[in-house]
């Protein structure tokens, strides 16, 4: 249990992290350890922790599950040094003031048990006398001075073994020590180069590496999406790293050992013992200590690059969850195929299945006029406004086939729209997908949820594993529980900015409310089928394991329409109606005056009804409310429209401009879908007029561009694009940084591939797969060859 010291001094780091006050920190940390969600102290408890947002909550809870780690391991290391009876005043100051994990295990490792060491057996020998000597009066010459400590019978058979022995305490010194390896980390980490170079022999079978056979960055600026391609490759066994402290190696070599001499009061003044003492420095650098430090700061720049490349799946993820919803319309949903036909699903304006179909309007079979028939069916019969087609296989000749629909029926005012179906037959296997489709056929449901997540994408997108949508940069690479965690993060603060419709909703869509698990949410909906549509949400606690904990959580982000109370349809917490009552009384209107007003809310001040529990902020998000109620942050619906006969890489030309829909936005550009099966690549240098740091800046997933074409290779299915249309064509085209260009293909034979590999993206298992000790490996062949 912690104390309220050491909880106070962790609320203040934490605070200056996320531009906060101690008390904010604390408050919203009290929050978190009683229970409420992230969602729910943003939303509801902004009096309580001074208007804290998700993003600043969400970095508050993880730095708080890192700083309670490194304080717990900082208890475990003082009690096992207490135990052996070696810890000074001194050192626990030092334990006591680690500010990371890094430092707390420098300055263990000289207490941390292991194995017995060259260096102990020196020590039992009787050597350390002869190291210090040597270390303390250079005039000693190291061979006469070693002859006396030469004994047989302790395993010292003479000088040469005596000042081995001696040499391998020093080693295990300096690299037990803590203040220099602190002082030659922090160096190496502003100054080392990274460089990767192939294996030999593996030039041909490593070729998707080729850009990093002879490849050097610094680390302190090597993007994330450079260092994971890198470390791939070294997982792979095609690519060989090395850290070097600087741009010129041997130099940069030669200033580390300098700085071991420094710091253990060694120099060169032509001595006895001078070159032995220098040359244990050079063995300790080159031996121990750059070893030791190239794995520590080459695992911090992974994890670097993990984060960053979570972050920005976790952005574009958002990005499509909260795309504009086309609403409650009909909508038939085609997932194009062509040997097997193109699956057809129609869904009513509430989302319910009520007709499928299989047409064959491509090769081989060509039943083109039998397809328009049958669409033109479905659509009048059912009421279809809206035909949505998936982007994978025969996309764009499906697009054709629904635009030739529209032709022949003009009266049902149709519109076609493609939509992205990553993920759709991840949905189509799944238990899920089995349990609310149990008859329909796998290829079936995979149009079905091209048809929802047209009418309302975040619906639909839950259900599938946040993995499986696939938006990320090298998602394969990185901690795949810390990426899961992120993605379950963003999901459920997307669906939470939303609100649900508890009478309508799926399972899968409660499950991500605030508060609610997945058994609740299954409660929710077996409630429902059984005793109807809930009439308020204080019916919720009829529901089993639903109860006033979980209740204050969920209860503010579900939404019942056409109910009991006006205020269910809201954002507004059942906790705060009695703030609307005072609104009310002081107005003299009814609620249902009150609710659409935004005039009459407009001119109502805040102040006047606040109290002890409901402050300012909460009575402005309440008004806000009244004004537009169940309020949608998602942007209104439109669709991109592709160019009539451009279907294919082959029939783009330099100079096009072409809409397109941007389907993943990195580090180092974003990719549009302009409708021929691959997507272009704009460089983050052609993204704008002016001078981009991060493409999000101007771009996110979902959003509707214009393009020009610069150059297409239809060889290597790339294409450069454009958003500066006044660029002229023919010119190169700015190119991504050596490894960055990933180009995503739709014309493959699945749809779900996460990643679409390229040079030095290879797809394939996250970076724990790594072979055990390949940093390891690669030093002590670089230490043999020197």
Known sequence: MA???????????????????????????????????VPFIARYRKEVTGGLDDTQLRNLETRLAYLRELEDRRATILASIDEQGKLTDELRADIESADSKARLEDLYLPYKPKRRTRAQIAREAGLEPLTDGLLQDPTRVPEAYAAGFVDPD????????????????LLERWGEDAALLGELRGWLAERGVIRARVVEGKEAAGEKFRDYFDHAEPLAKIPSHRMLALLRGRREEFLQLDLDPGSDAEPGHAHAEARIALHAGIADRGRPADAWLRNACRLAWRAKLHLHLMIDLVNQAREKAEAEAIDVFGDNLQDLLLAAPAGPKAVLGIDPGIRTGCKVAVVDATGKLVATDTIYPHEPRRQWDQSLHALRALCAKHGVRLIAIGNGTASRETDRLAADVIKAAPELKLQKIVVSEAGASVYSASELAAREFP???????????????????????????????????????????????????????????VGVHVNTASAALLARVAGLSAGVAENIVVHRDANGPFRRRRDLLAVPRLGGKTFEQCAGFLRIADGDEPLDASAVHPEAYPVVERIVVATGRPIHALVGDGAFVRTLEPERFTDDTFGVPTV??????????????????????????????????????????????????????IGVHQDGLVHISALADRYVKDPREVVKAGDIVKVKVLEVDVARRRIALTRRLEDPVGEP???????????????????????????????????????????????????RRS
């Open 439 to 497: 008859g329909l056929d796998v290829s079936l449901r995979g149009a079905v949820s091209i048809a929802r997540r047209l009418q309302d994408p975040l619906a639909e997108l839950v259900k599938i594993e946040p993995k499986s949508i696939g938006v990320g940069q090298y998602q394969h690479d990185v901690d795949q529980y810390r990426l899961a965690r992120a993605l379950d993060a963003r999901v459920e603060d997307c669906v939470n900015a």
């Open 154 to 169: 302790r395993g010292v058979a003479d000088a040469k073994a005596a000042l081995e022995g001696a040499r391998a305490i």
């Open 733 to 783: 085209a700015a190119r991504p940084a050596r490894g960055d260009e990933r180009p995503v293909r739709r014309d493959g034979p699945r749809r779900d591939r996460p990643e679409r590999p390229a040079r030095g993206d290879s797809g394939g298992g996250n970076a724990k797969g790594a072979p055990p000790n390949s940093a390891m490996a690669d030093a002590l062949a670089r230490a």
């Open 3 to 37: 104390t309220p010291e050491l909880a106070h001094r962790i609320a203040c780091t934490i605070a200056g992290e996320i531009g906060a006050r101690a008390a904010q920190a604390e408050a919203a940390i009290a929050l978190l350890d009683g229970g409420a969600t």
């Open 620 to 673: 402005r998000d309440i008004l806000k409310e009244l004004e537009k109620p169940g309020r949608d942050p998602r942007p209104e619906f439109k669709a991109a429209q592709f160019a009539e006969g451009i279907e294919d890489i082959k029939d783009l030309r330099p100079g096009m401009v072409l809409e397109g829909v941007v389907s993943n936005v990195a580090a180092f550009g974003a990719f549009v879908d």
